[in-house]
């Protein structure tokens, strides 16, 4: 069992971490207590952005263009409900939590958003005349999944204990946690499935996380 000491010192080594969690739970205390779709302009809705990329080709971008693109960053602050956020919360203080103890917080700060960012633009693409809002971290937090595996695969990582699991877990286990939700994403692209769930930001942030760690340098002995 870990000591008082050794918890705090782990808060004291995530507080980045834990401070975006605490703005994600604002932001979505303000999305429902707020002034009402005050949110929805950070939204990604994929036929605006792909509009907005018609007019910087044809070079009438103007400033709502750069709104839209930068909904490809600010849906991921978002949530559309208490469950919605919990569990990404609960998934991104796991895997990032590894990512700050192997990377540092500015490779942690950079995979988010870099995550953030692949997976709207990868449900762009799947979604291209979709006019339907898309919001939450699971593209940021599969891009983190996607680093570990990168790191897992490349690197003997000791087994991680985050707390407040009980034991250590193997690397190889957590990283399959990944994998499986990455494949999921891509059987029910592949199957023509039709879900609420933005299955290009998923993979798009994963394949983007395992990209980053593929060529990212870590203290750690190599396999």
Known sequence: ????????????????????????????????????SWAE???????????????????????????????LLGYAFLHGGLDHLAFNALYLWVFAALIVRHLGQGWF???YALTAVAGGVAHVM??????????????????????????AVRYRLAD?????????????????LGVIGVAIDFHDV????????????????FVMGLLITSFVRADEEPR
């Open 1 to 36: 069992m870990r000591s008082p000491s050794s918890r705090f010192s782990i808060f004291r080594e995530q507080w980045l971490l834990l401070a975006l969690i605490a703005l994600l739970a604002l932001v979505w205390i303000g999305q429902v207590f707020g002034p009402a």
């Open 41 to 71: 302009r950070f939204m990604v809705v994929p036929s605006e952005v792909v509009q907005s990329w018609g007019d910087l080709r044809s070079g009438t971008f103007d400033t709502d263009d750069i709104a839209r693109f930068g909904t």
């Open 109 to 111: 700060v950079a995979i």
């Open 126 to 151: 799947l979604e291209p005349g979709s006019a339907i809002p898309m919001l939450g971290a699971s593209g940021a937090v599969m891009g983190f999944e996607g680093a570990y595996l990168g790191l």
């Open 160 to 176: 991680p204990q985050i707390w407040p699991m009980a034991h250590p877990i193997p690397p190889a286990q957590l990283a399959a």
């Open 190 to 205: 592949f199957a023509g499935a039709e879900t609420f769930t933005a299955h290009g930001a998923h993979i798009g942030g």
